[in-house]
C-alpha cells in the first residue's frame, strides 16, 4: 500500500533530483570553458562529426519536407488562390518551423543517441575513471568539444536546411502547379522578413545546445552495463525530442 | 604516505565501508582482500577521489583529498598511478595513444620525449610490438599489461591496481605479479592492490588488510594472516563456504 502511494512521490523526487543534476552538469560545463584551447582539436572533430557528417541526412529531410509542404499548399489552394503564394507558405513555414524542427528531431537520434552512448560505455567500461585518474577534467575533455560544436554546427546544418528546404519546395510547386522559379520567388518574398530566418537560427543555437547537453548528461551518468547505455540512449532521445517541442514553443511564443 | 580513518560510504541506501581506518606506508606493497562486493573496489575509488566519502578522512601526503578543490585533486591525483580492473583504456585511440594522453596530462612533456616514454613504458610491459594497435585488438592479459604502461608512464609516487590479475591464465597472473614486484623494486613505489586472490597476498604484499562487508576483519603480515584463527579469516583464506559463519548457502 505505501509503496503504491510513495511510488509517483519518488518519481517526481528523482525527476527533480535529475533537473538539479543537469544544471549542476552545466556549471561544470561553464567552469571547463576556460580549458577550451586545450581541447580545441576534440572540438573540431566533434564539429566534423556532429556537423558535416549531418549534412546527407538533413539534405535528405529538409528537400523532402519542403516538397510535401509544396503539395499540401497546392492541394488546400486549388484554383481561388494565386499560384505563386506557395512560395509563401514554403518559405515562411521551412524558415520559421520546418527546417529548425526536423533539423533538430533527426539530429537528436543521430547526434543525440551517438554522444549518450559513446560517453555512457565510456562511464561503464570505467574509461571516465580513467581520464580522471590521469588529472583530466571529463566535462572539460568529453563534454565541452560536444556541446560547443553541438551549438556552433546547428545553425549551419539549418542554413543548409533552410535553402534545401525552399529548394525542395519550389521543385515541387513546379511539378505540381507549374509554378515558375520567378513566381515562387515573388511568393517567397511577399511575406519574408530576416527576422523569420534570425529566428530560425535563434533555435537552431538553442537546439543545438539542448540536444548535446542532454545526451552528454545521460551519457556522463549512465550505470549499469550495456543495459544501461541502451536504456540512457532511449531516455536521451526520448527526453530530447520532448524538449525540442517544448522550446520551439517557448521560443515562438517569446520572439513571435 | 596513505592514510585513511574512519571511512563512511553508503551507496543508494546500502552501507559499503562501514568505519574504516588503516595506514600504508612509503614504499609498502598493501593488499587489501575480501570476498566479492565487500567493498574493496569502493575503498579504492576513494584513494584517488573518484568517489567521496559521506563522513571520515583519506589523506594522501597529510592533504584530507575530500577537501581539496578541483584543481587541487588533479595535482594530488598526478601521484597517483591506477590500474583498472577492465585496463578502462580508451577505445577509440590506439595503445600509444592511450599512453601518451596520459603523458601529455602532465603539460610538461616534449612530442620526443612523449614518444620515448612511451617505448619505455612498453617495454617494461612487454608490449612494444603493440603500441599501434587498438584495445580491440588486445587480449585481456594484454589490456590488463597496456593499463599497467599507462598509469606506470607518468613515473607515479603510488600506485593502486583493482584486481589486476583477475580472469587471467596463471602464466599471465605470475607475470602480472612479477610486473608489480618489479615497479616495487625498481622505481620503489607504494601499492595498494584489490583483489581476491591470495596469490597476490603470497608473492607480493607487505601487508595484508582483510575487508568484510565494509569493516575490517584483519590488518597485519601476510605470515599473521596464515595463522589467524579468526573464523571470518579462516572462512576467506580456507575458502571454505561450509564455515558457519556469515550466511550459509
Redesign the interface.
Known amino acids: 500500500m505505501f509503496r503504491v502511494i510513495f511510488y509517483p512521490i519518488r518519481g517526481v523526487i528523482q525527476f527533480f533530483e535529475g533537473i538539479g543534476r543537469y544544471f549542476l552538469l552545466q556549471l561544470m560545463l561553464f567552469r571547463s570553458l576556460t580549458s577550451w584551447r586545450l581541447n580545441l582539436i576534440n572540438t573540431i572533430d566533434q564539429m566534423m562529426l556532429i556537423g558535416a557528417r549531418s549534412i546527407p541526412i538533413i539534405i535528405l529531410t529538409s528537400l523532402f519536407s519542403g516538397m510535401v509542404t509544396a503539395v499540401q499548399s497546392a492541394y488546400q489552394f486549388s484554383s481561388f488562390i494565386p499560384s505563386y503564394y506557395v512560395g509563401s507558405v514554403v518559405g515562411e513555414s521551412v524558415l520559421l518551423e520546418l527546417a529548425p524542427m526536423i533539423t533538430g528531431l533527426v539530429l537528436t537520434g543521430r547526434v543525440g543517441a551517438t554522444i549518450t552512448a559513446e560517453i555512457g560505455t565510456m562511464r561503464v567500461t570505467e574509461q571516465i575513471d580513467a581520464l580522471e585518474s590521469l588529472s583530466f577534467d571529463p566535462v572539460g575533455y568529453l563534454i565541452l568539444p560536444r556541446v560547443l560544436a553541438g551549438t556552433i554546427m546547428f545553425p549551419f546544418l539549418i542554413i543548409i536546411a533552410d535553402f534545401f528546404g525552399v529548394f525542395g519546395g519550389w521543385v515541387s510547386a513546379h511539378a505540381q502547379m507549374n509554378v515558375s522559379m520567378f513566381e515562387f520567388i515573388k511568393g517567397f518574398k511577399q511575406w519574408f522578413t530576416p527576422w523569420d530566418a534570425w529566428f530560425g537560427l535563434i533555435k537552431a543555437v538553442t537546439f543545438g545546445f539542448a540536444i548535446t547537453s542532454i545526451a552528454c548528461y545521460h551519457g556522463y551518468y549512465t550505470k549499469g552495463g550495456a543495459q544501461g547505455v541502451g536504456k540512457a540512449t532511449t531516455i536521451t532521445v526520448v527526453v530530447s525530442c520532448v524538449t525540442i517541442v517544448f522550446l520551439d514553443y517557448v521560443l515562438a511564443a517569446l520572439f513571435l | 604516505m596513505i592514510q585513511v580513518e574512519n571511512l563512511y560510504k553508503e551507496l543508494g541506501s546500502k552501507p559499503v565501508l562501514k568505519g574504516l581506518s588503516f595506514e600504508v606506508n612509503d614504499g609498502e606493497t598493501f593488499v587489501v582482500i575480501g570476498k566479492s562486493g565487500s567493498g574493496k573496489s569502493v575503498l579504492l ?1 576513494h584513494l ?3 568517489l567521496k566519502a559521506d563522513s571520515g578522512k583519506v589523506m594522501i601526503d597529510g592533504e584530507n583529498i575530500g577537501a581539496l578543490s ?1 584543481k587541487e585533486l ?2 594530488v ?2 601521484k ?3 590500474v ?3 585496463g ?4 577509440s585511440m590506439s595503445v600509444g595513444e592511450n599512453i601518451a ?2 603523458l601529455r ?2 603539460e610538461e612533456f616534449t612530442k620526443w620525449e612523449i614518444k620515448e616514454k612511451v617505448k619505455e613504458a612498453l617495454e617494461i610491459v612487454d608490449l612494444a610490438e603493440a603500441a599501434d594497435l587498438m584495445p580491440s585488438e588486445l587480449s585481456g592479459g594484454m589490456k590488463k599489461r597496456a593499463g599497467f604502461a ?1 598509469a606506470i608512464a ?1 613515473d607515479p609516487q603510488y600506485m593502486l591496481y583493482d584486481e589486476p590479475t583477475t580472469g587471467l591464465d596463471p602464466v599471465m597472473t605470475d607475470m602480472i605479479n612479477r610486473l608489480m614486484l618489479k615497479f616495487k623494486q625498481q622505481k620503489e613505489i607504494t601499492s595498494v592492490i584489490v583483489t581476491h586472490e591470495l596469490r597476490i597476498v603470497h608473492d607480493v604484499a607487505d601487508r595484508v588488510l582483510l575487508l568484510n562487508e565494509g569493516e575490517v576483519a584483519f590488518n597485519g603480515l601476510p605470515a599473521e594472516i596464515e595463522k589467524s584463527e579468526d573464523p571470518v579469516v579462516r572462512q576467506f583464506m580456507t575458502g571454505d563456504s561450509t564455515l558457519a559463519i556469515g550466511e550459509k548457502i
Open positions: 575509488k584517488i577521489g573518484l578541483f588533479q595535482r591525483r598526478q597517483i598511478g591506477m583498472f580492473q577492465s578502462a583504456l580508451f577505445d594522453l596520459a596530462s602532465k599507462r607518468l
